[in-house]
Every structure is written in structure tokens, then in C-alpha cells.
């Protein structure tokens, strides 16, 4: 879960960057490679194992799972996304 939270973290962090359009390309990057993680980690291990082997549609079918599952642990953990990144929260609410 610390991995987890720090990976998070620097997620939030780049979202704020990116608001601020202060990234170059290799932190863009960064930051990309980031949400994917993020996103990914929200899939079972079977659907992640699955992942790299699909077609280009089915894994943009499991990255938008990935995502949705994101958002509805970050409505259900509201306190920790408020700490690691306030103005999330506030659109949580």
C-alpha cells in the first residue's frame, strides 16, 4: 500500500503540473507511464497479465475499467485523496 500511496503521489503531483503547463517532455512522460501504472493496478492480476497480449481494443476496454475502479476508490478513500491532493477532493464531493 505505501507503494501504492507514493505512486499516487507523484500522479497527483503531475496533475497539478500539468494544470500549471510546467512538464517537459521526459516528466510528461513520466507522468504518463504514472496513470497508466495507477490505472493498471486497479485491474485483478488476471486481467494484468492479459493486458500487454490483448488487441488494442480490449486493452483500452480494461485501461477504462482500470480507470472507472480508480475513481470509485477515490470517492470511497476521500480522506487519503485529500491529503495527497486537496482540490481532487473537493471535486469528489
Known sequence: MQDF???LAFYYGCD???IENRLSGSELAACLAAYETVKLSFLTDEE???FEIRPPAERLSLSQAGYRRFKAWER???GIVAELHPDRALALN
Open 16 to 18: 497539478l503540473a500539468v
Open 48 to 50: 494484468r497479465d492479459a
Open 5 to 7: 500511496l507514493f505512486l
Open 76 to 78: 470511497d478513500n476521500s
